[in-house]
Nanobody, 117 residues
Framework: QVHLVESGGGLVQPGGSHRLSCATS????????MGWYRQAPGKQRELVAT????????TYADSVKGRFTISRDVARSTLNLQMDSLKPEDTAVYYC??????????WGQGTQVTVSS
C-alpha cells in the first residue's frame, strides 16, 4: 500500500518563507503525477501546484504563482513545496497528492500551515 506523509507545517509570519515535504513509501518514479492541495476552514480543497513526472512540467494556482515552487527529489523520494512571501490567506491544511500509473489517487494526512503575526 502506498503512503504519503507530509511534514514541515507550522506557524509562519506574513511575508515569510516555509518549506513542506512529502515522503513516499515507494519510489517517486512510480507516480504519474504529484501535487499539493490545500483546504482552508470552511472552504473546499483546492489545487496549489502539480508536477508531471515525464516532462517535469509544473502548474500552479493563480493565487500562488510566483511565490510557491513545487519540486521532486527523486533520490529521497520526496515532493517539496517551497512557499515564499506567505500571506494570511495561505493558511490551510496542505495535502500531498499522487497519481500512480494505474490512475490510483493517494492522499497524505495533511499538515497545517498558519500564516499569522
Amino acid at each position: 500500500q502506498v503512503h504519503l506523509v507530509e511534514s514541515g507545517g507550522g506557524l509562519v509570519q506574513p511575508g515569510g518563507s516555509h518549506r513542506l515535504s512529502c515522503a513516499t513509501s515507494i519510489n517517486i518514479v512510480n507516480f504519474r503525477s504529484m501535487g499539493w492541495y490545500r483546504q482552508a476552514p470552511g472552504k473546499q480543497r483546492e489545487l496549489v501546484a502539480t508536477i508531471i513526472r515525464e516532462s517535469t512540467s509544473t502548474t500552479y494556482a493563480d493565487s500562488v504563482k510566483g511565490r510557491f515552487t513545487i519540486s521532486r527529489d527523486v533520490a529521497r523520494s520526496t515532493l517539496n513545496l517551497q512557499m515564499d512571501s506567505l500571506k494570511p490567506e495561505d493558511t490551510a491544511v496542505y495535502y500531498c497528492n499522487a497519481v500512480t500509473w494505474n490512475m490510483d489517487v493517494v492522499w497524505g494526512q495533511g499538515t497545517q500551515v498558519t500564516v499569522s503575526s
